[in-house]
């Protein structure tokens, strides 16, 4: 399985970028799909997930900015990110979930300048 990441970037505080992850798989074969990031010089961390039944998580440190979605026509999952901050910047990484093993993407650069 392999995970397809885009849509990272530059972007000054208080933009927005939209992040895309692309499994080779339908996006229907994990229990759980979701982004995580790391920051540097610190542990990745979740940042949002979205379950096969559609229920999801937020960290509080991204609650009403972010919004986690799928798009079952394209095989997409996302990530709107909103109202950016500098604490924001990270290296943000897709993740897939099921039974058979865990995957990543490759990752994406995300830099929330101040």
């Known amino acids: 399985v392999q995970l397809v990441e885009s849509g990272g970037g530059l972007v000054q505080t208080g933009g927005s970028l939209r992040l895309s992850c692309a499994p080779s798989?339908?996006?229907?074969?994990?229990?759980?799909m979701g982004w995580y990031r790391q920051p540097p010089g610190r542990e990745r961390e979740l940042v949002a997930r979205?379950?096969?039944?559609?229920?999801?998580y937020y960290a509080d440190s991204v609650k009403g900015r972010f919004t986690i979605s799928r798009d079952s026509a394209k095989n997409t999952m996302y990530l709107q990110m909103d109202n950016l901050k500098p604490d924001d910047t990270a290296v943000y990484y897709c993740d897939a979930a099921r039974t058979s093993g865990h995957y990543w993407g490759q990752g994406t650069q995300v830099t929330v300048s101040s």
């Open positions: 979205v379950s096969l039944g559609g229920v999801t």
């Open positions: 798989t339908s996006i229907f074969n994990f229990n759980n």
